[in-house]
Structures are given as structure tokens and as C-alpha cells.
């Protein structure tokens, strides 16, 4: 068992593991397990279906009840890659700039990993008895490549998990309700080779692609001008966006290319079934193509979430900052398989958005010291205080 350590300590110690969605979250979990391994914390490994990765679930407190009362603080361990040019630091080394932590992962998401495993552990160690209702920590793996631990989790996990949840997601502590889903495809056109001076021998599979391009294009321009299910949660995008991200196809200038692949994401509202989006996609690709016929298929699928305004964890999270309603969020998070658990998810955590991702991610350590106020009261509400 590793010795207490302090929050910013702790995150120091998370953000040194690179758990960029490419490598093993193996390290880092095997680390919390140690970490979080002290009397009256049970600890439950979620694997992936190859074994390289896992998701971790830990108890304190009661065990689960029939009425699921009780708190989920939820995150996930993998990060993005950190090989943009403008790093100060080290992005593995946690650097204080006065009034920020700066790390890759330090807002996006290892501050919430960290306040949640310290919560616990010393919940654990000086309050357990206290607990009614169970407390429940719950780190995912690969929620940056797609949320696949989160629906490996929903697929396979057997257990009971209580009904409220906070997803940890860096919104400088303002509560959101509701995001977008995220389902990406890829489309393959397959031609075949051959020397471009004898172009008869062969079939670009270049040209139908820009074709299928240009009918994904005028699909986009479809869906912009349809209306969406709860696209008043959506002010600024009140549609469902669709991307064409990448094209990859050719090896020379002097080869007919075989294969070609365009790659699209698209972001459903709630209430929109990410099937039917990829059927229109299918279909669309197919009329563009013909006579080619493309090869499908489904790299990831982020469902969207909504949260009922009326839920307790709503009501309690708004009351606590002072926020009048739930605001939406426009990235797909873990909440979009969780829900499917059956649970309410609040998405509310420290750090912004608009630094994840980027050079010199930084978490101000005011929204980190705050977080850890707000989540203490969430657990004593939820879980001391359970009737």
C-alpha cells in the first residue's frame, strides 16, 4: 500500500504514467490498486477483452442496495498524445506555474482521478462507518479513442452500481446535463493496381471516393438543415455535425491506386440513433460509388446523454455552485454507455475543455481546490446522509 499522499502530490504521480490511449493503462491501474488498497476499500478489475488494458471499479462503504442509493465519481486513466510543438516542460512531469498544474492529462481527467482515489482513501480510513450508501470509483480505459472501456464496462459488468454519478470531465465546474454522441466510420474503395501509363489495367479507387465525399458533403448539408431532437440544448450546433476527416488512398503518382479510405464522424443529439445516421451514411456511399461497393465499418460508437433536470444529482450539483439550470457539453464522454447502467449522469469537473487536448494543459489549482469541497459534500449528501 502506498503511504497518503496529497492531492497535487498524487496527481503528480498520475500524470507521470503515460497513458496515452496507444499504450497499456496497465501501469496506472496497477498503481491506484496499490494506492487505493487499504481496509474497507474492495477493489474489482473490469479487463478488456484482450487483457492489455482494464477498467477499475472500488467500493467503500456499504454494499450496493436494491434502491441504489449511494455516489459514482467516474473518469477515465488514457490521455492523448502529448507530441505537439509549445511544451514548456516535460508534459509527463507536473509543473506548477503559480496558479495551475500543467501536465498532459492534468485537466483532462488525472485532477478528478486524483481528488476521487484521495476522497476515498481517506473516507475510508476516518469516515467509513458514517456511509449509508456505498461509494463507488469507477476508471475507465480508452475513452479518448471512443469510449471503450466505458461500453466494455457496460457490456460485461455483472454487478450493481449506484444510481447517481458525477463523470469528472473538465467543465471549470459547471454542471452539464446532456452531450452529443460520437460515431465514427470508415469507408474503403477498393480499385486495382497498375502502371499510370497503361491506366486500363487498372481501377483508381480514388475517383468513386470523391465522389462518395461529395454526397457525405451534401448528407452534412442535410442534416444541418433538418430538425434535431433536443437541439435546444445545442444553441451554438442545434444540428447533428458531420465531418469527413480523413482520406487516405494512393502510394505514387505513377500508380493507379487500389484502395482509398475516408474516414467520418458524426455526432448524434440525444434522441437520434447513431444506426440510423450510419445507415444514411451507408446509403449514400453506396449511390455515390456505384458501380464500386464500398467496405463499412464502425471504428467507435459514443452514444449521446441526457440527464433528467429533475434527477438529485442535478438538483444537488446546481445547488451547490449556484447554477440555475444544466448546460450541455458538445464532446461525447463515458456518461453515454453509463447511463445505459442505468444511472444519472452529471457531467461536472475542474480544468476547461478548451486547454485539453493542447499544448501546456493546465488545471488552475483554485477549480482544484474547489472540486474537492464539491465532491465531499456531494458524498456526504449521497452517501452519509442516505436515507
Known amino acids: 500500500m502506498t503511504a497518503h499522499l496529497s492531492d497535487a502530490e498524487l496527481l503528480a504521480r498520475l500524470v507521470a504514467f503515460d497513458t ?19 481496509p474497507g476499500i474492495r477493489i474489482e478489475r473490469n479487463p478488456s477483452a484482450d487483457g492489455t488494458k482494464a477498467n477499475l471499479i472500488a467500493w467503500i462503504g456499504p454494499e450496493p442496495r436494491e434502491d441504489r442509493r449511494g455516489l ?8 492523448v498524445p502529448a ?16 496558479d495551475r498544474w500543467v501536465a498532459r492529462g492534468a485537466c483532462d481527467m488525472k485532477g478528478f482521478l486524483a481528488l476521487a482515489a484521495n476522497l476515498a482513501a481517506e473516507i475510508a480510513q476516518t469516515r467509513r462507518g458514517l456511509l449509508r450508501a456505498p461509494l463507488a470509483l469507477v476508471f475507465t480505459y480508452d475513452e479518448e479513442v471512443g469510449t471503450l472501456g466505458a461500453r466494455r464496462l457496460t457490456e460485461t459488468f ?12 473538465p467543465t471549470s465546474l459547471r454542471v452539464a446535463r446532456a452531450h452529443k454522441g460520437h460515431l465514427k466510420m470508415r469507408i474503403t474503395l477498393h ?41 435546444e440544448l445545442f444553441p451554438e450546433v442545434p444540428f447533428v455535425p458531420l465531418n469527413v476527416g480523413t482520406v487516405h488512398g494512393g502510394s505514387a503518382i505513377n500508380v493507379v491506386p487500389d484502395r482509398c479510405q475516408v474516414e ?11 444506426e440510423a445516421l450510419a445507415e444514411r451514411i451507408r446509403r449514400a456511399a453506396r ?26 444529482i442535478h438538483r444537488h450539483l446546481c445547488g451547490l455552485v449556484g447554477q440555475r439550470t444544466g448546460a450541455s457539453v458538445s464532446f461525447a464522454t463515458d456518461a453515454g454507455w453509463l ?30 481546490t474547489a472540486a474537492r469541497g464539491y465532491l465531499d459534500a456531494t458524498i456526504r449528501r449521497f452517501c452519509q446522509e442516505a436515507a
Open 72 to 79: 459514482v465519481l467516474s473518469g477515465h486513466m488514457d490521455t
Open 20 to 38: 496515452t490511449s496507444r499504450n497499456s493503462n496497465l501501469p496506472l491501474a496497477d498503481f491506484l490498486c496499490d494506492y487505493l488498497d487499504r
Open 158 to 169: 455483472r454487478g450493481t452500481l449506484p444510481r447517481s454519478a458525477i463523470i469528472g470531465e
Open 191 to 231: 480499385g486495382r493496381s497498375a502502371h499510370s501509363g497503361y491506366p486500363h489495367l487498372g481501377s483508381n479507387a480514388i475517383e468513386p471516393a470523391g465522389r462518395v465525399i461529395a454526397a457525405l458533403a451534401g448528407l452534412r448539408q442535410e442534416l444541418e438543415a433538418e430538425p434535431a431532437a433536443n437541439r
Open 339 to 368: 447511463q445505459r447502467l442505468g444511472m444519472d449522469c452529471a457531467i461536472f469537473g475542474p480544468g476547461s475543455i478548451e486547454v485539453a487536448h493542447q499544448p501546456n494543459e493546465h488545471l488552475p489549482k483554485e477549480q482544484f
Open 264 to 274: 467520418v464522424g458524426v455526432r448524434p443529439l440525444p434522441g437520434v440513433e447513431s
Open 83 to 98: 507530441e505537439e510543438a509549445g511544451w514548456r516542460n516535460d508534459p509527463f512531469t507536473l509543473s506548477d506555474e503559480g
Open 287 to 312: 449511390e455515390a460509388a456505384a458501380p464500386f461497393e464500398p467496405d463499412f465499418e464502425i471504428l467507435s460508437d459514443s452514444p449521446p446523454m441526457l440527464l433528467d433536470e429533475a434527477s438529485p
